[in-house]
């Protein structure tokens, strides 16, 4: 199971949006609305965001929301603050029965 | 609270072999499928192995398939992983994390995960 490709890096300024990518395949993404993001901060575990392509879990900052298109799923993380610089992963669930992860993208505020 | 914790990891030669559990409380246990997802020193998520609420069916990455065995003990709220003939590149923090609702839906409360380091 090949993992989901994200842009490795995504920068933007302070209050700017950003959107960052993540492209499956007709097994993953294309075929499921079970895909998720993760937020995850050096040195800790990662924090779900987004769950179901567009759905966030209580207490997660509506700045955050996610969408889907075809095999590609998209997080956008409005109005940035500097606490939204770290890492960011996609996740779906595969007609496998397995969960795949994307690349990661290290979100940079400028 | 919802809380996992897990425990077991540790230094290991390669070829050895450990046992990694990870105890829930604050939910049903029983409820919820769980998942071993790991991450390699400075690298990416990478999904591990799967089981159902009841104990089977369960699945893994083609990395650790026949390698790696998933089980769980509902009675004592316990997730298990056996992972033997370990490889250099099974170096990872190792995460215990519990499905949220159903298999697939999403990975929502993770433990603070144990290190698995194998080197002679």
């Known amino acids: 199971q090949s993992a989901l490709t994200q842009p490795a890096s995504v920068s933007g300024s302070l209050g700017q949006s950003i959107t960052i990518s993540c492209t499956g395949t007709?097994?993953?993404?294309?075929?499921?609305?079970?895909v998720s993001w993760y937020q995850q901060h050096p040195g800790n575990a990662p924090r779900l965001i987004i769950h179901?392509?567009?759905n966030r879990p209580s207490g997660v900052s509506n700045r955050f929301s996610g969408s889907k298109s075809g095999n590609t799923a998209s997080l956008t993380i409005s109005g940035l603050q500097a606490e939204d610089e770290t890492d960011y992963y996609c996740?779906?669930?595969?007609?496998?029965?397995?969960?795949?992860f994307g690349t990661g993208t290290k979100v940079t505020v400028l | 609270e919802v809380q996992l914790v897990e425990s077991g990891g540790g230094v290991v030669q390669p070829g050895g072999s450990l046992r990694l559990s990870c105890i829930g409380s604050?939910?049903?246990?029983?409820?919820?499928?769980m998942s071993w997802v790991r991450q390699a020193p400075g690298k990416g998520l990478e999904w591990v192995s799967w089981?159902?609420?009841?104990?089977?069916?369960?699945n893994y990455a083609d990395s650790v398939k026949g390698r790696f065995a998933i089980s769980r003990d509902n009675a004592k709220h316990s997730l298990y992983l056996q992972i033997n003939s370990l490889r250099a590149e099974d170096t990872a923090i190792y995460y215990c994390?519990?499905?949220?609702?159903?298999?697939?839906?999403?990975?929502?409360?993770w433990g603070q995960g144990t290190m698995v380091t194998v080197s002679s």
């Open positions: 996740s779906s669930w595969t007609t496998r029965g397995t969960y795949v």
């Open positions: 994390v519990r499905d949220r609702y159903s298999a697939g839906d999403a990975l929502d409360i």
């Open positions: 007709s097994g993953d993404i294309g075929f499921y609305n079970f």
């Open positions: 179901e392509v567009t």
């Open positions: 089981i159902s609420s009841s104990g089977t069916p369960l």
């Open positions: 604050g939910f049903t246990f029983s409820s919820h499928e």
